[in-house]
């Protein structure tokens, strides 16, 4: 059979012909992706209804696969705003996790002492992430002392993951993970974002600022993907340094604009932008960048650095901003 005749009779989980079967040799991570791209396409209603039955397809014994597409479920929800749904698909990875990271440590073949310390260490560090989303969806949801909760047990699991790395003997290897290093951020971008909810914009403005630090002390936002540290499929999707430091970065600036600096808050996302236009101009960059140009200048001179804003993004390629980012 002729392959792009078969892809396209299947059209992976839409299932155009009522007669066609995925191939058995097709991974469930293209089956999640197909899943996760029909929220994109026309048919953005069925996304999170093909997605509950690939998971009810994929086996039971398969944890890591069944958190990712749990993962996947959160991130459609709260896009959509549907926050109860979010929440219970991220207390489904939580209960997933003590099983994915043992499968994903165990797949290194180490020693059953080392094993377990890292599966500890790791469970309570994915542990850490998710409930810090949590407390995020929380804070959407206008549910502050919610928030405060979760926010603060995610805090004391941090407390028992660095506890672990100082008596675990693979301490090295566990710090260099991904996942770890990004965690103090974390910290102290739950603290900013329940202070910024609370608008006590100063001491947001600290915390940001401290959990920019953080990130700049490596001064490498480029993940370093080794094939002997490749443990499978990811479990819940941390995201990358560089997301986290230009998110940081630009929240700052909005606390300077609502303590009404707004010099300080166009300089440093100008700044932000010189450092790397193609990993830090973002549609959420430009989108404030813009509004403060707006704000701070008259017509004539706020539409120039606009269009020439426009122009760097052009010149580097970023074809995904679109021109209402630039507020034109």
Known sequence: TDLATEVERWNFLTQNDATAQSPDWLPWSLHILAGQALEYAEEAVRATDILYQLRERIPSTEHVWLASVDNALANIFLRRGEFRLAMASLDR?????PEAVKTQVVNTQRPDSETERMVDALTKAYTCEILSRQGRTFLEAGALFEAAEVFESAK???VEVESLLNLTPQVGELVSHDLIKVL???????????YFAKSHYDHALQSFNKAAEILRKDNNFQNQYK?????GPGIAGNQPAST????????????HLYMCNMTEAVDLLEGL?????????????AFNLCTLYELGSDIPTGLRKKKILQLIAKRFCLHDIGPESFRV
Request: net charge negative; aromatic share 12%.
């Open 93 to 97: 990875i939580i209960c997933l996790l």
């Open 227 to 231: 094939v002997q540290d490749w443990l």
């Open 184 to 194: 103090p951020c974390h910290m102290e971008i739950n603290e900013a974002l329940f």
């Open 244 to 255: 986290l430091y230009c998110e940081s970065v630009n929240n700052i600036a909005l606390c």
């Open 156 to 158: 004391g699991f941090w």
């Open 273 to 285: 932008i010189r450092e790397d236009p193609s990993a830090f101009l973002t549609e959420r960059v």
